[in-house]
Nanobody
Framework: VQLQASGGGLVQPGGSLRLSCAASGSIFDITYMGWYRQASGKQRELVARITAGASIKYADFVRGRFTISRDNARYTVYLQMNSLKPDDTAVYYC?????????WGQGTQVTVSS
């Protein structure tokens, strides 16, 4: 399974970005797709996760600002990020739990700065 993430970039505080992550390859029985992030010098942390049944979990620090969604037919997960803050600056990684195996994408840089 390969994951290709895109949509990162530089944005001013208060701005928006939309991340996409498409899964390809031998995909079976997806349990969930999700987004994590890792800021410089910090541990990787959960941002949001969505199950096959559309159950969603958000980290407290993004609730109300970020929205996760998925296109099951395209094996793609999205992360709409609004009201971005400098603290949201990080490399964002997508992952998928498929057939009891966890796969990670290559990461996309999000920088929030004026």
């Amino acid at each position: 399974v390969q994951l290709q993430a895109s949509g990162g970039g530089l944005v001013q505080p208060g701005g928006s970005l939309r991340l996409s992550c498409a899964a390809s390859g031998s995909i079976f029985d997806i349990t969930y797709m999700g987004w994590y992030r890792q800021a410089s010098g910090k541990q990787r942390e959960l941002v949001a996760r969505i199950t096959a049944g559309a159950s969603i979990k958000y980290a407290d620090f993004v609730r109300g600002r970020f929205t996760i969604s998925r296109d099951n037919a395209r094996y793609t997960v999205y992360l709409q990020m609004n009201s971005l803050k400098p603290d949201d600056t990080a490399v964002y990684y997508c992952n998928v739990l498929s057939d009891s195996r966890l796969y990670w994408g290559q990461g996309t840089q999000v920088t929030v700065s004026s």
